[in-house]
């Protein structure tokens, strides 16, 4: 007869836990402010197009009031806003943080928007 061995297994195993790092509430508070504010729109290519075609300027310190307000319309729900500026009208995916279309704002008189759930006028 061949001969085996039978390993006997314990029936409560004894498991190492690694007791996890307390975690600073106030530092990670902070770093999630900062991570927020980092936060940039993306212009999506037909929208550059838009852009350049329109010879529409806008400020790097307007683009910075613009995603500000897209991020806090996102925190209350809105999806797509239509952003109207005193230059251009832009519509932005709050979701995908990504400028979809933009007009000047003669151009945007003339327009019909659907698909938006909210308006940032600024």
């Not at 709050?94 to 933009?102: C, E, G, S």
């Amino acid at each position: 007869m061949d001969k085996f061995s039978i390993h006997r297994v314990p029936l409560h195993p004894s498991i190492r836990t690694v007791q996890p790092k307390p975690i600073n509430t106030q530092q990670s508070f902070k770093a999630h402010l900062q991570e927020a504010s980092r936060q940039e729109l993306k212009v999506s290519k037909h929208a550059h197009e838009r852009i350049m075609e329109r010879k529409i300027d806008i400020s790097e310190q307007e683009w910075q009031v613009v995603s500000d307000k897209v991020f806090e319309a996102h925190s209350k729900g809105v999806k797509q806003p239509l952003v109207l500026m005193d230059q251009a009208a832009l519509i932005i995916s709050a979701k995908n943080a990504t400028v979809i279309t933009a007009m000047d704002r003669t151009e945007a008189k003339q327009q019909l928007f659907t698909n938006i759930d909210g308006t940032i006028v600024l």
